[in-house]
């Protein structure tokens, strides 16, 4: 038969709560990657990326988006080789000063409970919408703990939780629920 290739990734922000700055920052990195190659990408894969990561049963996505493709067979191999090059080498930059930013920042424990809760959106998507956690399930033989291991260690789910208006945790909600473009 015909040797099949093709191309897939993707990274995205699941912040417990919003920080408008980092959001800019995250998007931004992810931007001038995919603008080097076509500016036409960053504006598809973000939405292909808020759509995939749509946790329908709940309405709102696991987080505030990035950028998601796959099946990406075109132009050339080399071209789409050099693009998917581009954002792995953002993933750095985009993430790490989120990350070193925010490391020692204390919380209170209903930041943590809230945290908590959204670990569980995270596995509730991984298990039951995630394609590749769900091919690796389905594989006979995969080694299930390597398929599980990004889940998160703890998580928590309380019935009908609803956060107060207004609240911090209420403003990640909106943007959860209605995505927001980051960069203009």
């Known amino acids: 038969g015909t040797k099949q290739w093709w191309f897939g990734g993707g990274t995205d922000l699941t912040p417990t709560y919003l920080n408008e700055e980092d959001a800019?920052?995250?998007?931004?990195?992810l931007k001038e990657a995919?603008?080097?190659?076509?500016?036409k990408l960053y504006p598809k894969y973000k939405k292909w990326c808020d759509d995939y990561f749509f946790i329908k049963h709940r309405g709102e996505r696991r987080g505030i988006g990035g950028i998601f493709f796959d099946d990406m067979d075109s132009p050339s191999k080399e071209e789409v080789f050099q693009f998917v090059k581009s954002c792995?080498?953002?993933v750095v930059p985009c993430y790490v000063p989120i990350v070193k930013r925010h490391c020692h920042d204390s919380f209170t424990p209903e930041e943590k409970l809230w945290q908590q809760l959204r670990r569980g959106r995270y596995v509730e998507f991984n298990l039951v919408y995630d394609r590749g956690t769900k091919f690796?399930?389905?594989t006979p033989g995969s080694r299930i703990e390597s398929?599980?291991?990004s889940l998160?260690?703890?998580?928590?789910?309380?019935?009908m939780h609803i956060p107060p208006e207004s609240s911090k945790e209420a403003e990640i909600l909106e943007v959860l629920r209605n995505p927001k473009d980051w960069v203009h």
Request: include cysteine.
């Open 24 to 29: 800019v920052h995250f998007h931004k990195t």
């Open 34 to 39: 995919c603008d080097k190659h076509d500016l």
């Open 88 to 90: 792995a080498k953002a």
């Open 136 to 138: 690796g399930l389905l």
């Open 147 to 149: 398929i599980l291991m």
């Open 152 to 159: 998160p260690l703890t998580a928590r789910w309380e019935y």
